[in-house]
Nanobody, 125 residues
Framework: QVDLVESGGGLVQAGGSLRLSCAAS????????MGWFRQAPGKEREFVAR????????YYADSVKGRFTISRDNAKNTVYLQMNNLKPEDTAVYYC??????????????????WGQGTQVTVSS
């Protein structure tokens, strides 16, 4: 069992920055690949970014590439999402998720085994 708790969301103006954190608890939490997803009202949950167990590989959605950076600190069992140059279309609830094993369809929510409760990010224009 892995418990995930996101924090760091809030209201920011367009062009601003936020850093989300996801604290993981559980004996084996540092052995999971981690991902960030987001869901806007009336839309499906969509992939944002993913990081491998040791942090050597990262993957991003095209819509955030060059603006968002995913990282992790396994000593702290924490994953981060640094979001720069935020746009109104980035407004959503952001979720972190843990994945036991790699899959080519890592961008699909169904691939992930554990989820946090989400944190709201609102970007005003």
């Amino acid at each position: 069992q892995v418990d995930l708790v996101e924090s760091g969301g809030g209201l920011v103006q367009a062009g601003g920055s936020l850093r989300l954190s996801c604290a993981a608890s559980g004996r084996t939490s540092s052995t999971y690949a981690m991902g960030w997803f987001r869901q806007a009202p009336g839309k499906e949950r969509e992939f944002v970014a993913r990081i491998s167990v040791l942090g050597r590989s990262t993957y991003y959605a095209d819509s955030v590439k060059g603006r968002f950076t995913i990282s992790r600190d396994n000593a702290k069992n924490t994953v981060y999402l640094q979001m720069n140059n935020l746009k109104p279309e980035d407004t959503a609830v952001y979720y972190c998720a843990a994945d036991r094993a790699y899959s080519p369809t890592y961008y699909q929510p169904a691939e992930y085994d554990y989820w946090g409760q989400g944190t709201q990010v609102t970007v005003s224009s």
